[in-house]
Nanobody, 123 residues
Framework: EVQLVESGGGLVQAGGSLRLSCAVS????????VGWFRQAPGKEREGVSC????????WYADSVKGRFTISRDNAKNTLYLQMSSLKDEDTAVYHC????????????????WGKGALVTVSS
């Protein structure tokens, strides 16, 4: 059974930092690109970032570039998202996902995803 379980969400003040984790099981983690997408109330799903399985190359949405950092630990089957300089508009449920490849377009055809972790940024 494929499982992706996010943790680390919570309430943070604008300008603050938060780190999300995603524990993965049920598929070969180090053979897959993985990433994060988010969905805010009343808004469409937005791909946030992804990291490739092969060369570790990364993609970031323009909205988070320079503020968020994605990383993976293949030994622990875990994906991370370090979020800094958080803004009100970053408030959303953040989901991790298993992807066919790493790019913004990959989030339209995701293979697996988790239930998400809520991040609330207060000003």
């Amino acid at each position: 059974e494929v499982q992706l379980v996010e943790s680390g969400g919570g309430l943070v003040q604008a300008g603050g930092s938060l780190r999300l984790s995603c524990a993965v099981s049920g598929f070969t983690f180090d053979d897959h690109a993985v990433g994060w997408f988010r969905q805010a109330p009343g808004k469409e799903r937005e791909g946030v970032s992804c990291i490739a399985s092969t060369d570790g190359s990364r993609w970031y949405a323009d909205s988070v570039k320079g503020r968020f950092t994605i990383s993976r630990d293949n030994a622990k089957n875990t994906l991370y998202l370090q979020m800094s300089s958080l803004k009100d508009e970053d408030t959303a449920v953040y989901h991790c996902a298993g992807l066919a490849y790493c790019s913004g377009g990959a989030f339209y055809d995701m293979k697996y995803w988790g239930k998400g972790a809520l991040v609330t940024v207060s000003s």
